[in-house]
Nanobody, 124 residues
Framework: QVQLVESGGGLVQAGGSLRLSCAAS????????MGWFRQAPGKEREFVAT????????YVADSVKGRFTISRDNAKITVYLQMNSLKPEDTAVYYC?????????????????WGQGTQVTVSS
């Protein structure tokens, strides 16, 4: 069982930066791939970024490539999402999730555990 708690969301102007954190509980954190998803009002939850269990592999969505970076610190059982050059279309609730999948998981159903989400609002 893994419990996830996101933090770091807020209101920022376009072009600004935020760093989201996801603190996990449970001794098996380091065995899970971790991901970030987002969901805007009236839209489906969409993949943002994922990182392998040891941090050796990362993958980000084309929509955020070059602007967002995912990282993890297994000693602190935390995963991060650094978001730079934010745009109004990045406005959404951001969710952290844990996956036991062996391959790079990019689909919602590949993730076993989810946090409650943190709101990110980018003003123009």
């Amino acid at each position: 069982q893994v419990q996830l708690v996101e933090s770091g969301g807020g209101l920022v102007q376009a072009g600004g930066s935020l760093r989201l954190s996801c603190a996990a509980s449970g001794s098996t954190f380091s065995s899970y791939a971790m991901g970030w998803f987002r969901q805007a009002p009236g839209k489906e939850r969409e993949f943002v970024a994922t990182i392998s269990w040891n941090g050796g592999s990362t993958y980000v969505a084309d929509s955020v490539k070059g602007r967002f970076t995912i990282s993890r610190d297994n000693a602190k059982i935390t995963v991060y999402l650094q978001m730079n050059s934010l745009k109004p279309e990045d406005t959404a609730v951001y969710y952290c999730a844990a996956s036991g999948a062996q391959a790079i998981p990019v689909l919602v159903y590949e993730y076993n555990y989810w946090g409650q989400g943190t709101q990110v609002t980018v003003s123009s």
